[in-house]
């Protein structure tokens, strides 16, 4: 079973900083992408970014020069630093992942549970 734990969110003033974390297991054989999605209250869940294998990162327009993704593929990990927050980036971030594990026959999409991120003074 395969499982994402996020870190990291909390309540920071406008123009601060948090870094998010999350960290996949199980018996995962191989990642496609690995990524970071937002959902506000009353708004529908939107890509924030991601990275998919090889590929440059993916970034909403609307964090592009303040968020930056990273992957670290030996711990099965990805981060999302976020920079010059705005209270419009206040939402519940989630992790999401497209694996292959040891007992599936393909590509599996998998989510995190969320972790709130609050940009307010």
């Known amino acids: 079973q395969v499982q994402l734990v996020e870190s990291g969110g909390g309540l920071v003033q406008p123009g601060g900083s948090l870094r998010l974390s999350c960290a996949a297991s199980g018996r995962i054989r191989s990642t496609n992408s690995m990524g970071w999605y937002r959902q506000a209250p009353g708004k529908e869940r939107e890509l924030v970014a991601k990275?998919?294998?090889?590929?440059?990162?993916n970034y909403a327009d609307s964090v592009k020069g303040r968020f930056t993704i990273s992957r670290d593929n030996v711990k099965n990990t990805v981060y999302l630093q976020m920079n010059s927050l705005k209270p419009e980036d206040t939402a519940v971030y989630y992790c999401?992942?497209?694996?292959?594990?040891?007992?599936?026959?393909?590509?599996?999409?998998?989510w995190g549970q969320g972790t709130q991120v609050t940009v307010s003074s």
């Open positions: 990275i998919i294998s090889v590929f440059s990162p």
């Open positions: 999401n992942a497209v694996l292959l594990t040891y007992d599936s026959g393909g590509y599996s999409n998998y």
